[in-house]
């Protein structure tokens, strides 16, 4: 009953994401480690999945196939770091909607950014960055949104 339960909350949670209604908990997972993004203190890293609330997110629609990605703590968002280049950290800073807090998710699984269509989210060394679609295909850039039930 459980699994019909996940497998039905995913799939709100991926209608929701496509006409941009979603206001649920997620986890944002990678699919080479299973691991998932957290936040302590600023940045965002990945972890072991817990039920921290560092490891809550919220996809708020910004515009049509962008999302803000919310943090469980109220007025926090995603942010890449000092602007949209590569290398920046990704952390969490209060919203403000500009285009380096937001995001969209690639038919491939990665995560774009919104202020540049050719830089995605990549894991390197634990941490959250940017780094070009291009010539990464060996590095931790293919995530899941998963529902937290």
């Given at each position: 009953m459980?699994?019909?339960?996940?497998?039905?909350?995913?799939?709100?949670?991926?209608?929701?994401?496509?006409?941009?209604?979603?206001?649920?908990?997620?986890?944002?997972?990678?699919?080479?480690?299973?691991?998932?993004?957290?936040?302590?203190?600023?940045?965002?890293?990945?972890?072991?999945?817990?039920?921290?609330?560092?490891?809550?997110?919220?996809?708020?629609?910004?515009q049509?196939?962008?999302?803000?990605?919310?943090?469980?703590?109220?007025?926090?968002?995603?942010?890449?770091?000092?602007?949209?280049?590569?290398?920046?950290?990704?952390?969490?800073?209060?919203?403000?909607?500009?285009?380096?807090?937001?995001?969209?998710?690639?038919?491939?699984?990665?995560?774009?950014?919104?202020?540049?269509?050719?830089?995605?989210?990549?894991?390197?060394?634990?941490?959250?960055?940017?780094?070009?679609?291009?010539?990464y295909?060996?590095?931790?850039?293919?995530?899941?949104?998963?529902?937290?039930e």
């Amino acid at each position: 009953m459980a699994s019909n339960f996940s497998s039905y909350l995913f799939f709100l949670v991926v209608i929701a994401i496509l006409t941009c209604l979603t206001e649920a908990q997620v986890r944002i997972k990678s699919k080479k480690t299973g691991l998932v993004f957290q936040y302590n203190g600023t940045n965002v890293e990945v972890a072991e999945p817990n039920d921290s609330e560092g490891q809550k997110w919220i996809l708020e629609c910004s515009q049509k196939g962008h999302f803000i990605i919310n943090s469980n703590k109220q007025g926090l968002a995603m942010d890449i770091k000092k602007g949209c280049k590569i290398g920046q950290s990704v952390m969490v800073y209060d919203k403000h909607s500009r285009q380096n807090q937001q995001f969209f998710i690639n038919s491939d699984a990665t995560i774009g950014t919104a202020c540049d269509a050719n830089l995605i989210l990549l894991v390197k060394d634990r941490n959250v960055e940017v780094a070009p679609r291009d010539n990464y295909f060996d590095f931790d850039i293919h995530f899941e949104i998963e529902p937290i039930e």
